[in-house]
């Protein structure tokens, strides 16, 4: 009798627990992900070989249940973040995937870019127009535009980039119109769309959408990026040094296993990220020697000062690099 009751209790926990897990919070929670060694998504035609590695780092993130929402107050480095923090309230889950997937793919364009230029290497850029990545309920663009819509003309201009785009837009008013010629699935489109005011800013007009650019890039030698499965752009400065590092002779690694993470520009500007403190977690776990940080130009809550207390707190040996440039990335590789 005891048996089945014990067992019975067991089945009646794990159905509790399973109920629990089907309840969606209005929370996410994010913890430390994983380094991953760019080498083996990173090939660059006749590259040169490295001894040692430079890896990107993630944080791994989910829809918050009651069961996950508890294990998370009981484990450092978990952080509970009300969706807003993640998303905004006009976007579904889909859409912001589909919105992280095209942040990486402007950012491994501008890693491209980079280190083609400072290896000294062909890279040119051809541009399609610009993408949409995000389309705000409640704004006159909501019924019309699609998420992943190719923009390529408004008002019988035509935009190379996204910021080209948004300055032209950003200086109507409200009430006035404005004719979008876009691509959706092969097929060409023409609609006319009348600004309103933000609900947030009414002194600020648009359409409510936010885009990306679309740009093929052209370079010599030929390189191939398996990059589908990575989101966000915080891998551009560690996509960067890797690209490099296989356009060039010597060896940038020395045999370390490098680590870190910032977002890049076509200039070489690195800019800061969240979760950092749980990348630096994830890049201890994976044994790394060095990690970059952005510094933020020593700004007192920069990226690099938060990257040093969690890296205090976890007592790893691992050196933690401020960096404001990727040129200040190889400049420390140099000096090693």
Same mark, same amino acid.
């Given at each position: 009798?005891?048996?089945?009751?014990?067992?019975? #209790?067991?089945?009646?926990?794990?159905?509790? *627990?399973?109920?629990?897990?089907?309840?969606?919070?209005?929370?996410?929670?994010?913890?430390?992900?994983?380094?991953?060694?760019?080498?083996?998504?990173?090939?660059? $035609?006749?590259?040169? &070989? +490295? $001894?040692?590695?430079?890896?990107?780092?993630?944080?791994?993130?989910?829809?918050?249940?009651?069961?996950?929402?508890?294990?998370?107050?009981?484990?450092?480095?978990?952080?509970?973040?009300?969706?807003?923090?993640?998303? #905004?309230?006009? $976007?579904?889950? +889909? &859409?912001?995937?589909?919105?992280? *997937?095209?942040?990486?793919?402007?950012?491994?364009?501008?890693?491209?870019?980079?280190?083609?230029?400072?290896?000294?290497?062909?890279? +040119?850029?051809?541009?399609?127009?610009?993408?949409?990545?995000?389309?705000?309920?409640?704004?006159?663009?909501?019924?019309?535009?699609?998420?992943?819509?190719?923009?390529?003309?408004?008002?019988?201009?035509?935009?190379?980039?996204?910021?080209?785009?948004?300055?032209?837009?950003?200086?109507? !008013?409200?009430?006035?119109?404005?004719?979008?010629?876009? &691509?959706?699935?092969?097929?060409?489109?023409?609609?006319?769309?009348?600004?309103?005011?933000?609900?947030?800013?009414?002194?600020?007009?648009?359409?409510?959408?936010?885009?990306?650019?679309?740009? $093929?890039? #052209?370079? #010599?030698?030929?390189?191939? *990026?398996?990059?589908? &499965?990575?989101?966000?752009?915080?891998?551009? *400065?560690?996509?960067?040094?890797?690209?490099?590092? !296989?356009?060039?002779?010597?060896?940038?690694?020395?045999?370390?296993?490098?680590?870190?993470? =910032?977002?890049?520009?076509?200039?070489?500007?690195?800019?800061?990220? =969240?979760?950092?403190? !749980?990348?630096?977690?994830?890049?201890?776990?994976? =044994?790394?020697?060095?990690?970059?940080?952005?510094?933020?130009?020593?700004?007192?809550?920069?990226?690099?000062?938060?990257?040093?207390?969690?890296?205090?707190?976890?007592?790893?040996?691992?050196?933690?690099?401020?960096?404001?440039?990727?040129?200040?990335?190889?400049?420390?590789?140099?000096?090693?």
């Amino acid at each position: 009798m005891k048996f089945r009751t014990i067992i019975r #209790s067991l089945l009646l926990l794990i159905i509790v *627990l399973t109920g629990l897990m089907l309840i969606k919070l209005p929370y996410y929670i994010t913890q430390p992900g994983m380094a991953s060694e760019l080498k083996s998504i990173i090939k660059v $035609e006749n590259g040169h &070989e +490295e $001894e040692g590695s430079f890896s990107l780092t993630t944080v791994r993130f989910g829809r918050a249940n009651p069961v996950s929402y508890v294990w998370a107050k009981m484990n450092d480095y978990y952080k509970i973040q009300p969706i807003e923090e993640i998303r #905004s309230n006009d $976007e579904s889950d +889909e &859409e912001y995937i589909e919105r992280q *997937l095209h942040m990486m793919k402007i950012s491994q364009d501008s890693a491209i870019m980079l280190a083609y230029k400072k290896a000294n290497k062909k890279a +040119e850029a051809k541009y399609n127009g610009i993408y949409v990545m995000q389309v705000m309920k409640n704004m006159p663009a909501a019924n019309v535009l699609q998420v992943g819509d190719r923009i390529y003309k408004a008002n019988d201009n035509k935009f190379d980039t996204s910021e080209q785009f948004t300055e032209y837009i950003s200086k109507k !008013q409200a009430g006035e119109k404005v004719k979008l010629e876009y &691509e959706r699935e092969d097929k060409k489109n023409t609609a006319v769309i009348q600004l309103s005011p933000f609900p947030h800013n009414v002194k600020r007009a648009g359409i409510g959408i936010s885009t990306v650019t679309d740009r $093929e890039l #052209s370079v #010599s030698p030929k390189i191939t *990026l398996n990059t589908k &499965e990575i989101g966000g752009p915080s891998a551009g *400065l560690m996509m960067t040094l890797e690209i490099y590092n !296989q356009l060039i002779e010597e060896d940038l690694t020395k045999g370390y296993k490098i680590a870190g993470t =910032g977002t890049i520009n076509t200039n070489g500007e690195v800019g800061p990220i =969240g979760g950092i403190s !749980q990348k630096i977690v994830a890049a201890h776990k994976a =044994g790394m020697d060095i990690f970059f940080a952005p510094n933020e130009k020593g700004a007192a809550h920069s990226n690099y000062n938060e990257a040093k207390k969690a890296a205090a707190a976890i007592k790893t040996k691992m050196k933690i690099i401020p960096v404001d440039t990727f040129d200040d990335a190889v400049q420390y590789l140099n000096r090693i």
